[in-house]
């Protein structure tokens, strides 16, 4: 009986996992229906939910994707360098442009400054890119997180908002870097074991319902701010997205880089750990609701955007063979 079931699980896990983008956007709309729904998704809640969703995409982390840091060096300053430089640079710049209000702002400004998303991996595999590198990549930029996303946040918008640098640093350090660790800790001693490698297949559901649940806590507690600034919170999420991809695919070039490491670094700096962003606008920008707006809409459409562009190099594959 419990085979059948877990199997089952597996199943609904595989599922949920490839429509992640789908049922997001479902429990937003739900949510935004019946605001009660995730009431209790508020700000400890969620930062527990982050450090659960971290955890779980980190328990297959290895000791080979940490020497990864040590075998090319190159890559990995050069993406880090691109991932902590264009997307906070960009944000920084559209927020002149578009004259944005105090709340979008803080948001963009704050998703530019986190590390890459947690499922930027997953989609470098897809559109058959460098996985070890967007793998070394993503580990590199969430180790330096805790430090350099603080800083850079006080530095582009400390002089229009207050900023606790050592107060963000203490909480990306919380669900981050302890969540990596217990993620890798656990791979390194259970690893080989069949028992875990069963229950690693039911983790993307986990990780899928808790940012879900992160973005359910967001509508719920501001889903009325949404139509105040709607459009332009739109906008300035899909310059900010686009302009990253396009930028990190042009910096691989620039590079000299090979095409799947152009299309890897492209993915990385495209797609940012908005779930962790939109954790830190709710604890940290409690009177800028449209922060925390943002920063979810942003969890959704990076989401999205990263299915789309893993499909977007297949297809330039298909039409390169025909």
């Known amino acids: 009986m419990l085979p059948v079931m877990l199997r089952a699980l597996q199943t609904i896990s595989a599922v949920l996992a490839k429509q992640a983008s789908l049922f997001v956007v479902s ?71 578009f004259g944005l209000p105090r709340g979008v702002a803080a948001g963009l400004i704050l998703v530019g400054c986190c590390p890459g998303g947690v499922s930027s991996n997953i989609m470098s595999f897809l559109c058959k890119g460098d996985v070890a590198f967007s793998v070394g990549m993503t580990t590199a930029s969430t180790l330096l997180a805790p430090v350099v996303t603080p800083l850079l946040v006080l530095w582009l918008a400390g002089e229009s908002i207050e900023v606790d640098a050592l107060g963000m640093f203490r ?25 875990y490698q069963e229950t690693c297949r039911l983790m993307p559901a986990v990780s899928v319902l808790g940012l879900a649940a992160i973005v359910g806590g967001v509508v719920s507690a501001h889903g009325a701010k949404f139509f105040e600034s709607g459009f332009i919170i739109f906008l300035t999420i899909f310059c900010h997205n686009t302009l990253g991809y396009a930028l990190g695919y042009v910096t691989g070039r620039a590079a000299r880089m090979s095409r799947p490491k152009r299309r890897t ?7 940012q750990n908005a779930g962790l962003a939109t954790v830190l606008a709710d604890k940290h920008f409690p009177l800028l609701p449209e922060a925390a707006v943002a920063s979810a809409i942003c969890c959704v459409w990076h989401s999205i955007t990263g299915t789309l562009m893993a499909g977007l190099f297949n297809l330039l594959d298909s039409h390169r063979k025909s």
């Open 27 to 97: 429990v937003a709309v739900l949510t935004f229906m019946l605001p009660d729904l995730f009431s209790w998704a508020k700000a400890d809640t969620q930062a527990c939910l982050l450090g659960l969703i971290m955890l779980t995409m980190r328990m297959t982390l290895s000791t080979q994707d940490f020497r990864i840091l040590a075998q090319r060096p190159l890559d990995i300053f050069i993406g880090a360098c691109a991932q902590f430089t264009i997307m906070p640079l960009l944000a920084y710049l559209l927020v002149g442009v």
């Open 265 to 271: 670094l492209s993915i990385e700096v495209g797609m």
């Open 171 to 195: 909480s990306i350090l919380y669900v981050t870097i302890l969540p990596v660790a217990a993620g890798a800790f656990g791979n390194y001693f259970f690893g080989n074991k069949p028992a």
